[in-house]
Nanobody, 124 residues
Framework: QVQLVESGGGLVQAGGSLRLSCAAS????????AGWFRQAPGKEREFVAS????????NYADSVKGRFTISRDNTKNMVYLQMNSLNPEDTAVYYC?????????????????WGQGTQVTVSS
């Protein structure tokens, strides 16, 4: 069983940066791949980024590639999403997800554990 709690969301101006954090419970978090998803108002939840359990492999949606960076610190059971060059289209609720898999999943159905989400609002 893994519990995930996101933090770090907020209001930022276009061009600004935010770092989201995801705190995970459990003693074997390094066995779990982790991902970030987001859901904008009126839209379906979409994949943002994922990272392997050991942190050596990452995967990004084309819309955030080069602007966002996913990372993790397994000594602290933490996953991060550094978001730079934010634009209003990045406004959404951001969710952290995890599952005990060795791949870098991009589909929601591949993740069993989810956080409650944190709101990111980018003003123009």
């Amino acid at each position: 069983q893994v519990q995930l709690v996101e933090s770090g969301g907020g209001l930022v101006q276009a061009g600004g940066s935010l770092r989201l954090s995801c705190a995970a419970s459990g003693r074997t978090f390094s066995y779990y791949a982790a991902g970030w998803f987001r859901q904008a108002p009126g839209k379906e939840r979409e994949f943002v980024a994922s990272i392997s359990g050991g942190g050596g492999r990452t995967n990004y949606a084309d819309s955030v590639k080069g602007r966002f960076t996913i990372s993790r610190d397994n000594t602290k059971n933490m996953v991060y999403l550094q978001m730079n060059s934010l634009n209003p289209e990045d406004t959404a609720v951001y969710y952290c997800a995890a599952d005990r898999i060795s791949s870098l999943p991009r589909l929601q159905a591949q993740y069993h554990y989810w956080g409650q989400g944190t709101q990111v609002t980018v003003s123009s």
